[in-house]
T-cell receptor, first 114, second 112 residues
Framework: ETGVTQTPRHLVMGMTNKKSLKCEQH?????MYWYKQSAKKPLELMFV???????ENNSVPSRFSPECPNSSHLFLHLHTLQPEDSALYLC?????????????FGPGTRLTVT | TQLLEQSPQFLSIQEGENLTVYCNSS?????LQWYRQEPGEGPVLLVT?????EVKKLKRLTFQFGDARKDSSLHITAAQPGDTGLYLC????????????FGTGTRLQVTL
């Protein structure tokens, strides 16, 4: 595997379900990000991790819970979501902690909350 | 809060036409990046511009960073259907702890 991978690519879940999104980067980067992309809205930054430490939580509701066990893996745990949470969730990585802000994105997980 | 406004929001043109997309802010950025996102995929980095007034070319795409480093433009010459996608600019600011500010996006459709 190369670049940034995300699983699953598509997810349909009910409002009472619990699910997790997974992201893995194979680039040796030191920063990882979760973004939310909704139709007709700009890309919204959710969380930032530098060297597996969370450095940014952009006022994200607690029903979204990130986890970064190491610099290569990032998870987004989901529980009791709302229909308005349906969106494309993108993971990205960069060498920002070393001063290089160019971001490499995964293909995203298309989430539908029913 | 830093904002990056892109214009136009939507653009539908025919193959062979030229177009320019603008990315504007009232804030100064250390560098600015342009990404293209195709349906069902994540954004892909096209270019990074760093110096005020800098111009970079990528085949038929020309990127320019404003002299004051507050704005940027992307010009596409002789557009092709393969140029179709969402174009995003993203600005890096000093002291923002490893994050970029993304623009509002320009959705381009190039038809035969």
């Amino acid at each position: 595997e190369t670049g940034v991978t995300q699983t699953p690519r598509h997810l349909v879940m009910g409002m009472t379900n619990k699910k997790s999104l997974k992201c893995e980067q194979h680039l040796g980067h030191n920063a990882m990000y979760w973004y939310k992309q909704s139709a007709k809205k700009p890309l919204e930054l959710m969380f930032v991790y530098n060297f597996k430490e969370q450095t940014e939580n952009n006022s994200v509701p607690s029903r979204f819970s990130p986890e970064c066990p190491n610099s290569s893996h990032l998870f987004l745990h989901l529980h009791t979501l709302q229909p308005e949470d349906s969106a494309l969730y993108l993971c990205a990585s960069s060498q920002a902690a070393s001063g290089n802000y160019e971001q490499y994105f995964g293909p995203g997980t298309r989430l539908t909350v029913t | 809060t830093q904002l990056l406004e892109q214009s136009p929001q939507f653009l539908s043109i025919q193959e062979g036409e030229n177009l320019t997309v603008y990315c504007n802010s009232s804030s100064v950025f250390s560098s600015l990046q342009w990404y293209r996102q195709e349906p069902g995929e994540g954004p892909v980095l096209l270019v990074t511009v760093v110096t005020g007034g800098e111009v970079k070319k990528l085949k038929r795409l020309t990127f320019q960073f404003g002299d004051a480093r507050k704005d940027s433009s992307l010009h596409i010459t002789a557009a092709q259907p393969g140029d179709t996608g969402l174009y995003l600019c993203a600005g890096e600011s000093t002291g923002t702890a490893s994050k970029l500010t993304f623009g509002t996006g320009t959705r381009l459709q190039v038809t035969l």
